[in-house]
């Protein structure tokens, strides 16, 4: 176990060193930031001295290992646009996007997971049909447009959700929640379920399909043949044994939420990180999207880490090496 | 003649259909047998006979496209045709119990030994949790586990087929079935187990004074096993009758091509493609006599009309025109 440990470790140092060398080189090769820092009628003179404060004019190796320990030291540098530090600008986002996708993480989970199961029980039944021909609606239309859709029923015609903005948060150890308060449900229930649609089509899905598969195996019969009610089989006995694809999916669809959350934050003006990556973006303000990257990064590789211990926790038969 | 035990089950012109798109596939068509308390009844017949399905048509487990579709499933003198699917519940695993054939696949891999057996005692008897664990361990000794109380927490890939299936029997008999209903269970095991968890079944069903239906393609194993046999062909019965007079006195030239088939000691390949020819389409089959084809005896009649079922002495009966002459053997 511990060795294991060990060797992850390294695993995902390695990967985050070789995001790093990715993100930097990116950085390096699109555009010259600094006359996102310099005033419009700065001199040359003035300009070179702005280059060498943020050096610029050293080798990109050097550039490198300048970029590569002050991310070690936790300092990204500052935001061109908020001259605040980048990582301070996004963590005060980070928890709007991580309650966003948590809760349409949730959503997912909570409705596909059971339409899935019951629509690989029931492959023929009409309600099956109907579960999946739904599915399809929610892997094809892309997220904008139902978002737009949302707003333009649920918040401008009828008036039920407000379209845009967090609402009311509580600051819970320091950071700013809107579950806790119920204007903040208001406004979180219309991004996250246009965030969660494709992932829970998805997912139901991979549940309907496991699902099939394991309704074949002798054991469903055999619990069956134990006297265990058709439910129990579905959710004690078949449930578990499906789940090894959904997991890996699921963890790969927090990427996918992540990624998305960018768009439906814009479309619903929710202030999170990704509104924030867009905004940076067009200002070209190189630290905050360096911030940005490399957390993602991060995240990744952390939730992959978690998904291949959820493996072991799930089947027996699977060891850690 | 001895006198004829009181019936546990009594099947009654049992048919069994699967409605699949190639065509209405007849598995199971009019069959009749009882099974007296305490008694085994050995089922046997080539594979695709028909044999698995009486099983789960016993047990009301027949899954569209299939169905039960005629019949009576006398058990204990109630239809259990009858039953809702909430008494059938109550009925599986507590009087009527399952084993199948491997098992390798039928026990669940993701929960414990333990777990599974105990499902039974939760499901079917009022005991609290550690007199649960107590009847387990126990159960788990009596089907030959040593360390049984450590072997509770292990998973079924920690096991050697044979335990598995020492492992499902306890299962199968924790909850005191009157019937056990085992189908081929020890087709999947190496040969030098499969007389050990025979004599495991034949020893539990005989202490618990249970009944038994051994299903198998395998004469010698009913041989070893049964107090009566049942052949079937093609979803029909073509003979039955006490073990000694049918094994020794084949009626039907069916029983007598499998008994031909039984193997020498060490020589178990083939066995079963001695019998000439193949099992004909269950979609479509011959008119008159489903063995026709493949029988050394046929005559016109047999390729005309199909023979019924008649009694011999002793119990038998048989479902042939020219049935073999029972003097012939000693
Ligand atoms: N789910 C099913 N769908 C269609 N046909 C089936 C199904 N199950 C069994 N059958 C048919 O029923 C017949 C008897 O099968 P089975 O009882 O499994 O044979 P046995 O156990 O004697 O080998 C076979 O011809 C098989 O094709
Ligand atoms: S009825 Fe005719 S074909 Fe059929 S088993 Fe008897 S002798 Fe053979
Ligand atoms: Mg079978």
Redesign the pocket.
């Given at each position: 176990m511990l060795g294991y440990l060990t060797k992850r470790l390294i695993q995902m140092t390695v990967v985050l060193w070789v995001v790093s060398l990715i993100v930097f080189m990116m950085m390096s090769f699109t555009g010259d930031p600094v006359f996102m820092v310099v005033p419009i009628d700065a001199t040359d003179a003035e300009i070179a001295q702005a280059r060498r404060i943020l050096g610029l004019d050293q080798s990109l190796f050097v550039q490198y290992v300048k970029f590569l320990t002050s991310i070690f030291e936790g300092d990204f540098g500052r935001s061109y646009v908020f001259r605040q530090p980048a990582l301070d600008l996004i963590l005060q986002r980070m928890p709007a996007t991580l309650e966003m996708v948590l809760v349409a993480m949730a959503l997912a989970v909570v409705i596909s997971i059971p339409l899935g199961v019951y629509a690989g029980a029931h492959p023929g039944s009409r309600i099956s049909k109907t579960i999946m021909a739904g599915s399809l609606f929610g892997i094809s239309l892309p997220g904008f447009w139902v978002g737009m859709m949302l707003i333009y029923l649920l918040a401008v015609q009828w008036g039920w959700f407000p379209s845009s903005g967090r609402g009311d948060t509580v600051e819970v150890f320091g950071m700013r929640v809107s579950l806790l308060t119920a204007d903040g449900w208001t406004h979180i229930i219309l991004p996250a379920v246009t965030l969660s649609l494709g992932t829970m089509a998805i997912l139901l899905r991979i549940t309907r399909a496991g699902m099939m598969e394991v309704g074949r195996q002798d054991y469903m019969k055999f619990a069956r043949a134990k006297g265990v009610a058709p439910r129990d089989v579905l959710f004690r006995h078949g449930l578990k044994n499906s789940l090894i694809p959904v997991v890996t999916i699921f963890g790969l669809q927090i990427g996918d939420l992540i990624a998305f959350a960018t768009i439906t934050e814009t479309i619903f003006s929710w202030p999170g990180m990704g509104k924030l990556l867009i905004d940076s973006i067009y200002r070209a303000d190189r630290p905050v999207i360096v911030v940005y990257l490399m957390l993602v990064a991060l995240i990744f590789v952390v939730i992959n880490f978690l998904v291949d211990l959820l493996y072991t926790l799930i089947d027996p038969r699977i060891t850690l090496k | 003649m001895s006198v004829q035990k009181q019936a546990l089950l009594e099947v009654r012109d049992l048919k069994?259909r699967?409605y699949?798109f190639a065509g209405v596939?007849n598995?199971?068509d009019g069959v009749s047998f009882s099974v007296g308390r305490g008694e085994i009844l050995g089922l046997v017949?080539?594979?695709?006979?028909?044999?698995?399905?009486?099983?789960?048509s016993i047990l009301g487990l027949i899954?569209p496209?299939?169905k039960v579709d005629d019949g009576e499933i006398l058990f204990g003198g109630v239809d259990l045709r009858r039953k809702s699917e909430k008494e059938l519940q109550k009925i599986r695993g507590k009087e009527i119990a399952m084993v199948f054939q491997d098992p390798m696949t039928s026990l669940n891999p993701l929960q414990t030994v333990g777990e599974q057996i105990d499902e039974m005692l939760r499901l079917h008897s009022d005991l609290d949790g550690k007199a649960r664990r107590a009847r387990c361990i126990e159960m788990l000794s009596d089907v030959g586990i040593s360390e049984a109380e450590k072997r509770l927490n292990n998973y079924p890939h920690q096991f050697s087929g044979g335990m598995r299936q020492r492992v499902v029997i306890a299962i199968a008999m924790i909850a005191g079935p009157q019937l056990i209903i085992a189908?081929?269970p020890t087709t999947a095991l190496d040969v030098t187990i499969q007389s050990q968890i025979l004599k495991l079944m034949k020893q539990q069903v005989r202490e618990r004074e249970a009944s038994m239906i051994l299903?198998t393609?395998d004469l010698a194993v009913v041989s070893q096993m049964a107090d009566e046999i049942v052949v079937?062909y093609c979803?029909k019965i073509v003979e039955k009758g006490p073990k000694q007079d049918l094994i020794s006195k084949p009626a039907h030239p069916y029983t007598q091509g499998l008994l031909g088939s039984i193997p020498k000691l060490h020589d178990r390949q083939d066995r079963l493609t001695q019998i000439p020819g193949t099992v004909p389409d269950?979609r479509n089959l011959p008119q008159g006599c489903n063995f026709r084809e493949r029988c050394p005896f046929a005559q016109a009649r047999c390729a005309e009309e199909e023979p019924e079922q008649h009694a011999l002495d002793a119990g038998r009966s048989v479902a042939c025109h020219f049935p073999l002459e029972q003097e012939l053997a000693p």
């Open positions: - | 069994t699967f699949t596939v598995a199971v017949g080539e594979s695709g006979g028909g044999k698995s399905v009486i099983g789960f899954d496209p299939g189908d081929e299903i393609h079937l979803g269950v």
